[in-house]
């Protein structure tokens, strides 16, 4: 292990919320493990995907890794001189959302500046506006319009320029192109890697769908409910799920093919119970199809499968079941 | 064979205090019996409007012109009573969020009987027995306990579920789904296309299917509309439009789709953005981001033109 060129270093760590109880009787209070025992190292400079559905814990564990939430249990590390508070940077969902409406273009993307300290003189500031604008694919003559006369594309752009302008050493991403127009999104994920490659960013891009993810990681991560499914290159764990739910995710999605789409046998693949009924076996094996009795006792742990590949499952899929 | 539900010319400008938005410019769309029609477009497309424009669903400052007909009226000249008449014994339409449409305050029960007891004139205890039945047929396990809950304890999936019944209770003629999985995971997603499969047959729907997503046409629909800045650009038969795609917002559409679907190497987009409904628009309105634009695009409107089963709006078939 070359543990000297880990960016980010997650041990065990488990982040809980608590919630009180939904009967009106009672006001215990509960907590609901959002995430348990994640582990996992980021080396600098990759691109880590984090694909779950909704209620995976996808975003905790990114805002986890942002500082905004405090593990209840296991630490997080950074390497490669990262301040948590100075060198992350985070891009969101639905850029209009993230953008006050209130503030110019220019206001939106230098005011980051003047929270973490740098404070630079107008021309400096000036410069630095111009040319992040520049490689964002904004134009300049812009700088005084406000988010809302912009598309969603642009928008994103926007929020892109906001977070490089600090020049980061670490980048998330949470679904940065799921609101977008499926005619633009690409334009968005080549913006992303480009900076990614030039500046040797670290990159954590979070996705609920394989297929898209594949194009911008390396490295991959499976959540299901707060726990991590499967782990391994974006490349391996698209062309093998090894996990019954990685697989899942992969063959449920529609292609956009009638011929494909014609020979598809829609699989039952059963929603998720409520996430706050602790069970003793695997989480998934409630909707999965190949548990057997064992999965419903005893809870699998991360398991090394083949050279890359690590599984949380007592009977990893062998070969790759086509969709 | 003539349509079931067809609009003629269909324009519909919303007065905004930034000026006139041209939501949809002089669409036509025709509805066959028992067919699933696709309508596409990205956002700001129209096709939400359209429909909502078609059942007078619009806000105030929304002016819609054109005809709409269904069973040889025009539902756009048709009185409040007349087109709620319509709204809800005839054509339902379903959304893409499913806890927004439903009322968080009121139990599933008083929400799916309501309909009923209004329009049917039944007692509470009958239209309680058909709300179960309907949970039933859209796959709610345990119905009969779970029509007494409240919208919040069910997953989205559920939900939609739930929608899907509300719209099927008065047993329409036409369902028009807005982007009905948008919101859902993709493992509920695939449950609830193949639960509307599996109704279609059951309660001989035809239905309008409002998505962005080529990849869920192409396991739903029988005929494609894709939108584009308010106008169709391109009508076809599935298999036509996915393979042998003519108008090259479909073109550019569609190898964005594969790519993000993993099926190429490299992921592909549409150079440019979207354009604003504003103004009076000259020429074709995906001139400026057409890879293979001609100058006379810039010009002049393009119509529709093409065979039976496939039409386009571009100069480049015009001939």
């Known amino acids: ?323 | 064979m003539s349509a079931l539900l067809e609009a003629n010319n269909i324009s519909i400008d919303f007065a905004t205090e930034s000026g006139v938005v041209h939501a949809v410019r002089d669409a036509n769309i025709e509805l066959f019996e028992g067919e699933v029609l696709g309508v596409v477009g990205e956002s700001g497309s129209g096709k939400t409007q359209l429909m909502l424009g078609m059942l007078k669903l619009l806000p105030e400052n929304a002016v819609t012109t054109g005809e709409v007909i269904y069973s040889d009226k025009d539902l756009l000249t048709l009185n409040k009573l007349d087109i709620n008449r319509i709204r809800s014994n005839e054509i339902a339409m379903i959304f893409q969020d499913p806890m927004s449409s439903l009322n968080p305050y009121l139990k599933v029960s008083r929400q799916l009987t309501e309909t009923l007891i209004l329009n049917q004139k039944i007692d509470k205890q009958t239209a309680l027995k058909q709300a179960i039945e309907i949970l039933e047929k859209v796959r709610i396990p345990d119905a009969a306990r779970r029509v007494h809950d409240y919208p919040y304890q069910f997953s989205g999936g559920m939900r939609q579920r739930i929608m899907i019944a509300m719209a099927l209770l008065r047993k329409p003629k036409v369902l028009i789904a807005d982007e009905p999985t948008t919101a859902l995971d993709v493992t509920v997603q695939a449950e609830i296309l193949a639960l509307l499969k599996s109704l279609r047959d059951e309660f001989a729907l035809s239905i309008i299917l409002i998505t962005h997503d080529m990849s869920i046409v192409a396991g739903q629909c029988d005929r494609v509309v894709i939108m584009y800045a308010g106008q169709p650009v391109e009508m076809a038969s599935l298999d036509e439009l996915f393979y042998a795609p003519k108008h090259p917002y479909t073109q550019g559409l569609l190898a964005a789709a594969k790519s993000q679907s993993g099926l190429t190497d490299k992921l592909v987009s549409i150079p440019g953005h979207p354009p604003v409904n504003t103004g009076i628009q000259l020429g074709c309105a995906f001139y400026p981001r057409c890879e293979q634009r001609l100058d006379v695009c810039q010009r002049d409107m393009p119509v529709m033109t093409g065979s039976n089963t496939q039409q386009q709006a571009c100069h480049l078939y015009e001939r």
């Open chain 1, 1 to 323: 292990m070359r543990d000297n060129n880990l960016a980010i270093e997650v041990d065990d760590v488990s982040v809980s919320f608590r919630h009180s109880s939904s009967s009106l009787m009672s006001f215990k209070k509960n907590t609901f493990d959002a995430l348990s025992n994640i582990s996992i190292a980021v080396q600098a400079g990759s691109r880590l995907g984090i694909v779950g559905e909704s209620g995976s814990g996808k975003t905790t564990l990114a805002k986890t890794i942002l500082g905004l939430y405090q593990p209840a249990t296991g630490t997080i590390g950074f390497n490669h001189g990262v301040q948590q508070n100075k060198d992350i940077q985070f891009i969101f969902q639905d850029p209009l959302a993230a953008l006050n409406p209130r503030m110019t273009v220019e206001q939106l993307i230098t005011e980051p500046l003047d929270y973490l300290g740098v404070k630079p003189d107008h021309a400096t500031r000036t410069k630095k506006l111009k040319t992040i604008m520049e490689q964002v694919g904004l134009d300049y003559s812009q700088r005084q319009r406000y988010a809302h006369e912009f598309s969603g594309g642009q928008c994103q752009r926007i929020g892109i320029a906001r977070a490089m302008i600090t020049e980061p050493k670490i980048l998330i991403c949470d679904e940065p192109v799921s609101a977008l127009d499926v005619s633009v999104r690409a334009q968005i994920i080549s913006l992303l890697k480009e900076f990614q490659q030039r500046l040797d960013l670290t990159l954590i891009f979070i996705a609920h769908d394989l297929s898209l993810v594949r194009y911008i990681s390396d490295e991959l991560i499976v959540l299901y409910q707060g726990k991590l499914m499967e782990m391994g290159p974006s490349e391996e764990i698209f062309s093998h799920a090894r996990h019954p739910y990685t697989q899942a995710l992969i063959s449920a999605e529609p292609r956009p093919d009638p011929d494909t789409e014609r020979q598809r046998h829609y699989a039952e693949y059963g929603e998720i119970e409520t996430a706050d009924t602790k069970l003793d076996g695997c989480v998934y094996a409630g909707r999965c199809t190949y548990a057997q009795s064992r999965c419903h006792i005893e809870a699998p742990k991360l398991q090394q499968v083949g050279e890359t590949v690590q599984v949380a499952c007592f009977f990893p899929l062998e070969a790759v079941t086509s969709v």
